[in-house]
């Protein structure tokens, strides 16, 4: 029995509805219908399947991790471009990882060398202070005296200048359909979302021109948005507990704590 079938047969003999089960998971109707038809490379985001089929594993009372072994040749594999990322990053570790041990050894090596030379001066007096000139006490006329009171207080009368603010990038709530919420972002600096839950969540943050910020669990992420992107995509999988921030300010989610999944998707005005 493939995938779908045996997905959609456990539903039915749980007496699931799929409006049940969407209020279950957190999954719309149209994307279970399409897990359940068997056809996971049909769905927006394949790369999401594994993430998907977690969510209604549980709805059901499936163990997601034996389902996943079983079907594994049915389950698309994790996409080409976080593959590499992932190894770049390890990469970038290992690297970071050499110069630490690298600048700790010669710092160590080059306080071994201050104290023997400390040593070495303490016995030899060869650190002893010596005056290079012997210079009489100046006498300070009144006159200059005064130019540099004149000039001290010019000094202090001069206005600070006020810090200027960085732009805010603008948002709009533009609508819903079922779980996914859709805003107009006014783009007038690179832009920044911020991430930050009590407890782990899964999160997809991925956009049109096909960069991936995050594809794992995590309790918070700040993430700077492509100059390339037109549209992002963010996906929560604990959105009750979570909060979204454009450049440093609360995302209003108006479905806040309806969904326990919300899909975000994000269009860029750019100014």
Known sequence: MKLGAYLKNKREQSGITLKEMQERSGIRKDIIKVIEDGDLKALPEPRHAPFLL???TEAVGLDYEGVAERYADEIPDESPNERKRQQSEDGDYQYFKR??????VLVGVLFAGWMILLQIG??????EEKPIYEVDEEVVSPSEESEEETEEAATAEEPAEEPTEEPVTDYTFSGSDGSTLYYDLHVEAPLTISLAGNSASWVALTDDADHTYAYENLTEGEYEISPEADIVYLTLGNATDFEVLIDGEPLENPRQGESVTVYYEFNLIKE
């Not at 110069?99 to 700790?104: G, K, M």
């Not at 303490?122 to 650190?127: A, E, V």
């Open 54 to 56: 977690r969510q209604y």
């Open 99 to 104: 110069v630490l041990v690298s600048f700790l």
């Open 122 to 127: 303490s016995q030899t007096d060869i650190f």
